[in-house]
């Protein structure tokens, strides 16, 4: 059974840094891409970042490239979403996804498992 579990969400004030953490299990973890979305309530699920099987490709959302930063230990099973100045517009639940797949991919539909999810909400 694959599961993916998210940590490291919280409150913080504009302007600092938040480090998420998913950790992977059940599935060849470095054989698939991996990313992180987004979604604020009564927004639609945003692409916030996704990168390569093995590290050296990433993707960011407008939104966040130049703040935020994808990282992946395989020997670890681990994805990391180094979060820095944020913004309060950065308020969601924020998402780890595993793809079956070698290209990262800004597309959810492009992601088969999921976790549940980790609130951050930055306070202005």
């Known amino acids: 059974q694959v599961q993916l579990v998210e940590s490291g969400g919280g409150l913080v004030q504009a302007g600092g840094s938040l480090r998420l953490s998913c950790a992977v299990s059940g599935r060849t973890f470095r054989s698939y891409a991996m990313g992180w979305f987004r979604q604020a309530p009564g927004k639609e699920r945003e692409f916030v970042a996704t990168?390569?099987?093995?590290?050296?490709?990433?993707f960011y959302g407008e939104s966040v490239k130049g703040r935020f930063t994808i990282s992946r230990d395989n020997a670890k099973n681990m994805v990391y979403l180094q979060m820095n100045s944020l913004k309060p517009e950065d308020t969601a639940v924020y998402y780890c996804?595993?793809?079956?797949?070698?290209?990262?991919?800004?597309?959810?539909?492009?992601?088969?498992?999921w976790g549940q999810g980790t609130q951050v909400t930055v306070s202005s």
């Open positions: 996804a595993s793809a079956p797949r070698v290209v990262p991919s800004p597309v959810s539909v492009d992601y088969d498992y």
């Open positions: 990168i390569n099987w093995q590290g050296g490709i990433t």
